[in-house]
C-alpha cells in the first residue's frame, strides 16, 4: 500500500511537469499536392487558438498535453496532441460529389442561405469581438510599410462597425523610393458583406451574392463536397455578368448543407472604389494626393461558430496596382482572438485614416510585447526586426 501512495504522489509531483506551457509550430499542407493551406484553422480545447499565415505556417502557445483541432474548408479536419505535432500537417481534401451536380436545384439553396446567414445577422447583431490586423505594403518586392492593430467590430455574419483598440507601424520613405502610394483605409477591406434583404438593388449599392435578385447580375455555377460526416457543402461560385459596372464580388462561397450556414467565401472583388494616397518626392519637400480610385483585391473569408453563433473567423485581402512605375502591393490579414478584455476602442469612419488612428493613441511597446498572435512569414519577420532595430514604430518618415 506504501508503495501505491509513493507512485501516485510521484506520478502528481509529475504531472504539471507533463502538462507544461510551450509554444508549438508546423506548417498545414494538401496531403495530395504538398501546397501550403494559408488561414488554416487551430485552437486547442484549452481556449489557445490562431490560423496559419499566408505560407501555411503556424505558431500557437498551449499546454502541451492539449488536443489540437486543425481544419480548412474542404479538408478532412484533424486532431493531434501538442507534445506529438509534427513539422508538417498533411490535410486530405474531400470528396466531390459531382454527380449530384445535376439533380441538385441551386436556387433553393442560396435562398435558404440568404435567409438564413440574415437570420444570423438579425439575432446575434450585438455580438462583437476584438480582432488582430496586420498590413503590409509592397513597391516592388521591398516592404515599405508594417501596421499592426487590434480592432473591435461586430462579427457576426460579416465584419462591420470596426474600432481601434491598439495599434503600431512603420514606414520609410527614401531617395530610391521616392514615389508610392498607400490605402490608409485598406482595413475597410476586410468588412466583405455578402447578404442583402433588398429585393432591388441601384445606385451605388454593392452587388452581393446572397440576394433575391442574384440572377439579374450573376451567373451561377456549383458543385458538391462531402465531408467526413456524410454532410455535403455546397461550393457556389457567383460570377459577374458583362453588364456590371457596380461594386460587385466575383466569389465562390462554401454553404453547409445542413445548416445553411456560410462557411468560408474567396474570390475577387471587382470595380471597388477606395481612398487613394499618393506620396511623391519634389524637391525637398513631399507632396501628397489624395484621391478615389477604383481597384480589385483578392480576399478569403473564414467563418466559425466556436462562440454558438455564425460569425467572421479570419479575413485575407491582397491588392496591387501599378503606381509611379512601381508595383505596389498591399496585403492584409485579420483574425477573430474573441471577446478578450482589450479596453474600449475608437470607432473608424469608412474613409479614415489607420495611421493617424495610431499615431494619435501612440505606441505602446509593453503591450505588443504581450501580444503576438499570427505567426509572421520569414519577410514579415525580417521587416519586423529591421523597424524594431531602428526604432521605426509610430514614426512614418
Known amino acids: 500500500m506504501k508503495h501505491l501512495q509513493a507512485m ?30 494559408p488561414f488554416a484553422s487551430v485552437y486547442a480545447e484549452n481556449g489557445a487558438s490562431t490560423i496559419t499565415n499566408s505560407e501555411g505556417c503556424f505558431s500557437i502557445e498551449t499546454d502541451s498535453l492539449a488536443v489540437l483541432h486543425i481544419s480548412y474548408v474542404g479538408y478532412k479536419p484533424q486532431t493531434v496532441r501538442a507534445l506529438q ?21 441551386i436556387g433553393p439553396v442560396i435562398r435558404k442561405a440568404t435567409k438564413e446567414t440574415l437570420r444570423q445577422l438579425q439575432k446575434h447583431k450585438r455580438q462583437s469581438a476584438n480582432f488582430f490586423y ?57 468588412q466583405i458583406e455578402v447578404a442583402s434583404k433588398s429585393g432591388e438593388l441601384s445606385g451605388f449599392a454593392d452587388l452581393l451574392p446572397l440576394s433575391r435578385n442574384y440572377s439579374k447580375y450573376y451567373d451561377v455555377d456549383y458543385k458538391v463536397i462531402r465531408d467526413t460526416n456524410d454532410n455535403r457543402l455546397f461550393a457556389i461560385h457567383f460570377a459577374p455578368q458583362p453588364h456590371v459596372r457596380q461594386s460587385i464580388l466575383d466569389a465562390t462561397l ?3 448543407e445542413q445548416t445553411m450556414h456560410l462557411r468560408k467565401m474567396e474570390g475577387v472583388g471587382r470595380n471597388i472604389r477606395v481612398l487613394h494616397r499618393d506620396y511623391e518626392k519634389k524637391d525637398s519637400f513631399v507632396v501628397i494626393k489624395k484621391m478615389i480610385i477604383p481597384t480589385e483585391f483578392a480576399f478569403v473569408v473564414n467563418m466559425t461558430e466556436e462562440r454558438g453563433f455564425l460569425e467572421v473567423q479570419s479575413v485575407f485581402v491582397d ?79
Open 319 to 397: 491588392e496591387s496596382h501599378v503606381q509611379g512605375g512601381k508595383q505596389v502591393a498591399t496585403r492584409s490579414i485579420l483574425f477573430n482572438v474573441g471577446d478578450r478584455k482589450m479596453g474600449r476602442g475608437e470607432k473608424m469612419k469608412f474613409y479614415g485614416n489607420l495611421h493617424n488612428g495610431i499615431e494619435q493613441q501612440g505606441f505602446n511597446r509593453d503591450f505588443w510585447h504581450d501580444n503576438e498572435t499570427v505567426l509572421r512569414t520569414p519577410v514579415e519577420q525580417q521587416v519586423m526586426e529591421l523597424f524594431e532595430r531602428d526604432n521605426l514604430f509610430g514614426v512614418f518618415r
Open 8 to 37: 501516485f504522489l510521484l506520478w502528481l509531483l509529475a504531472l504539471p511537469a507533463g502538462a507544461q506551457q510551450a509554444v508549438f509550430q508546423a506548417a498545414v499542407v494538401d496531403a495530395q499536392s504538398g501546397q501550403p493551406l
Open 134 to 190: 496586420r498590413q503590409t505594403a509592397f513597391a516592388d518586392s521591398v516592404c515599405y510599410e508594417f501596421a499592426e492593430a487590434f480592432l473591435a467590430g461586430k462579427s457576426a455574419a460579416w465584419l462591420r462597425d470596426l474600432e481601434l483598440v491598439s495599434g503600431r507601424y512603420a514606414g520609410i520613405r527614401s531617395d530610391s523610393m521616392h514615389h508610392y502610394s498607400f490605402y490608409g483605409n485598406f482595413y475597410t477591406f476586410s
Open 85 to 105: 505535432l509534427r513539422r508538417v500537417v498533411e490535410l486530405q481534401p474531400m470528396e466531390l460529389g459531382l454527380q449530384e451536380v445535376t439533380v441538385t436545384p
Open 254 to 256: 462554401y454553404i453547409d
